[in-house]
């Protein structure tokens, strides 16, 4: 049998972090609805001793995650802001962090509104500019957050280069690679510390389950996660973290699909006379278009655009859609549409938003794996309707 390193992703999406079970033969990972184990002397377990510490429904799905992105240690958690919480706990107080200007609206709130409270410091800079990432940098800076391609901009950051400068100052670089998925681009082979990811979009796949996941090659830092995942306890259930299971393994053929949709998508409103702007990394005049197809394998199912319209014919149009579904969230198989500026960015100050990009008419589309035609259908209908 080969080792899972030489195996491919396609192959590890199904297999990593699982076998059939050694009882019963079953395929699928039971799910093991227990909070705590027998020992068979005080202090003598099995690998096992109580559920928030350890679970082996999460074990599997860690390992599977960990190997899916090419890293040694996985840690599970009950969301994605639960992932993103633990890796501000390695902070303290007088800390300083560097992030984008455009990250999603959650990491926003919980960087300016919980954790600027107990001393951190958060500066937002364009990360595609590597002079004003420099600039920001301050000999207090213990940690480089970034977001490739980003929430709702798309726009893509070197990690390579964001990486190396982190580690010039001594930083950590954690990378959320949530709208990438591991199928088409692994952090930690440019020297990100960490990978974070919201389970509940591609991973999971369908809608049906919220987590996040860290993923890390060092040890050292991944007990540092660990005793902060046990210790918060902010953690996923088993059933939970066999859902995510159940998604990864068709995450190949899915984001294959996903990918070519929306690249079909973003060429058809680029040409569309209600469209003023598309972001996609896959059209050849995106400024970081070559980067995206360095770094990435392909160019992944979000986009988002800016129509010529006010802010209410914009909420007007997605309150129109029929095969689109107007909701927060992202990466199921159905396609979804949101207005960043009153949804999933509301908690950023408008000024800010303004200031980054995040304009009223921006839209942001998680483009599913229905038929082209039908998508394309349904987006010219809702224009007519409003627009004329």
């Not at 184990?37 to 559920?51: I, T």
């Not at 259930?237 to 068709?250: A, I, Y």
């Not at 973003?266 to 702007?277: E, G, I, K, M, Y």
Request: charge should be negative; aromatic fraction near 6%; proline fraction near 5%.
């Amino acid at each position: 049998m080969p080792d899972d390193a030489d195996r491919r992703f396609e192959t590890r999406s199904i297999h990593a972090g699982q076998e059939p079970d050694a009882e019963t033969g079953a395929v699928m990972t039971p799910i093991y609805a227990t909070s705590t184990y027998a020992q068979d002397a005080p202090g003598e377990h099995r690998g096992y001793e109580y559920s928030r510490t350890g679970n082996p429904t999460r074990t599997a799905l860690e390992a599977n995650v960990a190997s899916l992105e090419g890293g040694a240690h996985g840690r599970a958690f009950s969301s994605g802001m639960g992932a993103i919480n633990t890796v501000l706990n390695l902070l303290s107080a007088g800390d300083h962090v560097v992030t984008g200007d455009d990250v999603y609206g959650g990491t926003h709130r919980i960087f300016t509104q919980v954790y600027e409270q107990y001393d951190l410091e958060f500066t937002f800079v364009d990360t595609t500019d590597h002079d004003a990432v420099v600039d920001a940098v301050r000999p207090e800076t213990a940690l480089l957050w970034v977001e490739t391609p980003t929430n709702p901009l798309l726009r893509v950051n070197d990690v390579a280069a964001l990486a190396d400068l982190a580690h010039d100052h001594d930083a950590l670089c954690a990378v959320d690679n949530t709208f990438a998925t591991p199928y088409l681009q692994r952090p930690l082979e440019y020297g990100a510390d960490v990978v974070c990811s919201s389970t509940t979009k591609y991973l999971g796949g369908h809608s049906d389950v919220v987590g996040g996941v860290l993923v890390t090659d060092d040890v050292d830092l991944d007990e540092r996660l660990g005793f902060y995942q046990n210790s918060v306890g902010a953690t996923p259930s088993p059933f939970d973290c066999f859902l995510v299971l159940r998604g990864t393994k068709t995450l190949p053929v899915r984001m294959d699909r996903h990918c070519e949709n929306a690249r079909a998508l973003a060429t058809w409103l680029d040409d569309h006379p209600a469209v003023d702007a598309v972001h996609y990394p896959g059209l050849p005049d995106h400024p970081q278009h070559e980067l995206a197809a360095a770094q990435m394998d392909d160019f992944g199912g979000m986009l988002s655009f800016e129509l010529d319209a006010t802010m209410a014919e914009t909420s007007e149009i997605l309150s129109s859609l029929d095969v689109f579904t107007l909701a927060e969230s992202l990466g199921g198989v159905e396609s979804l549409i949101e207005q960043p500026a009153p949804m999933t960015h509301a908690a950023i100050p408008r000024a800010e938003r303004e200031a980054a990009g995040l304009t009223d008419s921006l839209v942001r589309a998680s483009v599913g794996i229905e038929h082209i035609e039908d998508l394309k259908a349904d987006l010219q209908g809702a224009f007519d309707a409003v627009l004329g």
